[in-house]
């Protein structure tokens, strides 16, 4: 076990769960990741190893068939996970997310029909905000639903959906103004529809279309597609809680399980990066010696280590934040910001540490270096996250004159 990113004061069973997810990594994910990653090919056979070890089911409560775990085992699975392959936590992740929805914000119909499922990765769920036209501005979107008797039909173009071929579950938010009169603030005025369809690309239902994957840099294998709903009908039922006007808050309420989770993917990479980087350096010799040897690199090292080291506290905190039912926003913010920062300076440092052969496909610090960038991007931009955290700060800090 590696003597950095250690988490203190974990049970037995989460400690059990920990090194039985290590091991699924060590032996299935590692040797093969590379290799599918430059084929862009979806890990079908790990998704089936997954399901296998109950981790679809990790944070869903036991009378619904999950594990009923915490957000912290959750999260520390997904460190394990992202530092064999980032993508197969991306996987989990909006999967996690939709079913912490249900479990929060879902009425008891939504939650019996769609939990049981989800926790043996029968229904695997997919969560859509972006647009075409917008990114972080949540309250521009224009996607709407429109109540038609005892159906909505819905309209527009959404756009970076993680899961969204391999999906049969995709919670959508749209603009929704039935009972909520002109000059309402837009966030009072959207709305979570759960939206049921068949895996795959194309018109997957009648008045939904899936067109193939986007093509990106890195974070390849799990899909990422646009969703487009031209007169898609959902049923009222299926009105996440049952209410208009409440997906605003249900999403962000996500969300932060979702920025806690990639605070964990950037550990899981740094510590992937940082597991090469000084590996290679003991391997590699100039001037007579290991470059270990060499200062320089040793300053590097331990940069690299003392990054991945904070990386994790701060993440195990909004992570056990979360757990005790206070506001995690703040540390949620912070985590994601830091870790997604130092994930791509270790990397690189590790790049670095490789020389020219760095720039190789053979060596596995070429896809990591790819990887690393998406995570500065996902579940919010650092930009965002300041926002986030200087808001919060001042509302902690009001001066008092």
């Not at 990114?135 to 309209?155: C, F, R």
């Not at 579950?169 to 000059?183: F, I, K, N, Q, Y």
């Not at 759960?194 to 899936?210: D, M, N």
Request: glycine share 12%; proline share 3%; with cysteine.
């Amino acid at each position: 076990m590696s003597r950095l990113a250690q988490t203190h004061g974990l049970t037995d069973v989460q400690q059990e769960i920990l090194a039985t997810v290590r091991d699924f990594v060590d032996k299935e994910i590692l040797p093969v990741a590379t290799e599918l990653e430059h084929r862009d090919e979806y890990p079908a056979q790990i998704v089936e190893g997954l399901k296998e070890l109950g981790l679809f089911g990790l944070m869903i409560p036991e009378e619904y068939g999950g594990l009923g775990e915490s957000l912290l085992t959750y999260a520390l699975c997904v460190e394990e996970i992202a530092r064999g392959w980032m993508s197969v936590s991306g996987i989990i992740n909006t999967h996690f997310i939709v079913a912490y929805m249900l479990k929060q914000h879902g009425t008891q119909e939504q939650k019996d029909t769609f939990l049981p499922r989800m926790a043996l990765g029968e229904v695997r769920g997919a969560f859509s905000m972006s647009e075409p036209a917008l990114g972080s501005d949540v309250s521009a979107i224009t996607s709407k639903g429109v109540k038609d008797g005892e159906e909505y039909v819905l309209n527009g173009q959404k756009m970076w959906l993680t899961n969204g071929g391999t999906s049969s579950l995709v919670a959508v938010l749209c603009r929704s103004d039935e009972g909520h009169p002109e000059g309402t603030a837009p966030h009072k005025s959207m709305t979570t529809f759960l939206v049921e369809k068949e895996p795959g690309f194309g018109e997957v239902r009648p008045g939904l279309t899936i067109p193939g994957k986007i093509d990106k840099m890195g974070y390849k294998g799990v899909d990422t597609t646009e969703l487009i709903m031209d007169g898609l009908r959902i049923p009222a039922n299926r009105v996440l809680g049952g209410v208009t006007g409440r997906g605003f808050y249900q999403m962000m309420d996500g969300v932060e399980v979702g920025r806690v989770n990639v605070a964990a993917r950037g550990c899981g990479v740094a510590q992937r990066a940082f597991e090469l980087g000084i590996g290679y350096a003991q391997q590699r010799h100039t001037f007579g010696k290991q470059i270990a040897q060499h200062q320089a690199i040793q300053f590097k090292l331990s940069e690299m280590a003392t990054k991945v080291e904070a990386a994790h506290a701060m993440m195990v905190n909004a992570a056990r934040k979360k757990d005790s039912g206070e506001r995690n926003d703040l540390e949620a913010g912070m985590a994601k910001y830091l870790a997604s920062e130092y994930c791509k300076e270790v990397v690189e440092d590790a790049f670095r540490i490789h020389g020219g052969y760095g720039f190789s496909k053979e060596y596995e610090i070429e896809r990591l270096y790819r990887e690393a960038p998406m995570l500065l991007i996902g579940e919010g931009t650092a930009e965002i996250q300041k926002m986030i955290i200087g808001r919060r700060l001042l509302e902690e800090y009001r001066f008092q004159g």
